[in-house]
C-alpha cells in the first residue's frame, strides 16, 4: 500500500512559496511533505501551534500561532503561491471540543485563503463518516470564496504515527468486537505525499478528485496493526469506533490526474 519515497516531478520548475498550516498532532505528514516540496528547491513556509525544529532544519519557515486565528493565517499567507491546509484526521476527533477546533481551524482557513487571494489553494478532506456534517461547512466555505480550488478527498491515512492503527491496537487488545463486513480505502502517508506535491505542481487547477487508496476489509487492518503500536492501555474511544462501523470507500481518480 505504501508508494516506493516519489521524486520531485521534473516539470516544477521554480521555487514558488507553499505554506502548510497544520497541528503539532500532524507532523508527521508535514514533514515529509515538507521534505518532498522543499527536495525540488522550493520555499515552504508552515503555520503551526508549535514550533518545530526538524522543519526549521529542513529550511522552512515557521509562524507559530492560533489555528483559528483567520487574521493571522491571512498576514502568514502574503506572497504564498500554493496554501495547503491538513485538517485532523476523523480519527484524533473523539469529543464535540475536538469537533468545534476542527470547525473553527477549517473555517479560518478558508476566510484566510479567501482574504488572501493566493494562486492555489489544497484543502485536503477526508471521505463520507460520521462528522461529515463539519467537513461539508468547511468545504462550503472554501468553495464560497476561494478560487482555483483543488478539493482532495481522501481514504482513512494509514501509518505508523498515524490515530487509525492505534485505535485498531486498542480495540484488538481491550478485545473490542468490530463489524467483520466493514471496508475502508486506506492511503499511506507516501502516497498522500506524492499527490500533494504533485497538485502542487500544476497551474490553476480547479475541481474536486478522490485519493482514496487501497479498499481494504476491516479485519484485515486488525491483523496488521498490532505490529505498528506499542500495546496501548486506553480503551479505543466510541468517536472513533463509530467511523468504524460503515463502509468508508473513495475512488482513486487524484491518483490518475496527478500521477
Known amino acids: 500500500m505504501s508508494a516506493p519515497p516519489p521524486t520531485r516531478s521534473a516539470s516544477w520548475c521554480r521555487p514558488v512559496p507553499v505554506l502548510i ?33 526538524e522543519l526549521r532544519d529542513l529550511g522552512c519557515k515557521i509562524a507559530v500561532g492560533a489555528l483559528d486565528d483567520a487574521y493571522n493565517l491571512e498576514a502568514a499567507l502574503t506572497n504564498v503561491h500554493t496554501f495547503l491546509p491538513v485538517l485532523a484526521d476523523p480519527f484524533d476527533v473523539r469529543t464535540a471540543e475536538d469537533l468545534g477546533q476542527l470547525r473553527d481551524m477549517g473555517l479560518a482557513s478558508a476566510a484566510a485563503a479567501a482574504g488572501a487571494g ?29 478560487h482555483p480550488l483543488c478539493r482532495l478527498q481522501t481514504g482513512y491515512l494509514w501509518g505508523d504515527e498515524r490515530p487509525l492503527p492505534a485505535l485498531l491496537s486498542a480495540a484488538r487488545h ?8 466493514v471496508c475502508l480505502s486506506v492511503l499511506g502517508v507516501d502516497d498522500w505525499v506524492a499527490v500533494l506535491t504533485a497538485a502542487d505542481d500544476r497551474e490553476d487547477i ?10 481494504e476489509p476491516l479485519v484485515d487492518l486488525l491483523e496488521r496493526a498490532p505490529a505498528m503500536r506499542a500495546r ?19 475512488g482513486s481518480s487524484a491518483a490518475e490526474e496527478f500521477a
Not at 493566493?118 to 476561494?146: C, M, N, R, S, Y
Not at 481491550?174 to 463486513?181: A, I, R, T
Open 21 to 53: 498550516a497544520a497541528r503539532s498532532a500532524d507532523l508527521d505528514l508535514v514533514r515529509p511533505l515538507a521534505r518532498l516540496l522543499r527536495s525540488g528547491g522550493g520555499e515552504v513556509r508552515c503555520y503551526l501551534d508549535t514550533d518545530d525544529h
Open 118 to 146: 493566493i494562486v492555489q489553494t489544497i484543502p485536503v478532506l477526508p471521505g463520507v463518516h460520521p462528522v461529515t456534517a463539519t467537513f461539508a461547512e468547511v468545504e462550503k466555505a472554501f468553495d464560497a470564496g476561494v
Open 174 to 181: 481491550h478485545g473490542v468486537e468490530l463489524p467483520k463486513g
Open 206 to 215: 480547479d475541481g474536486s478528485w478522490e485519493l482514496g487508496g487501497e479498499i
Open 232 to 250: 496501548p492501555k486506553a480503551p479505543p474511544d466510541d468517536w472513533g469506533l463509530a467511523l468504524l462501523a460503515e463502509d468508508l470507500i473513495v
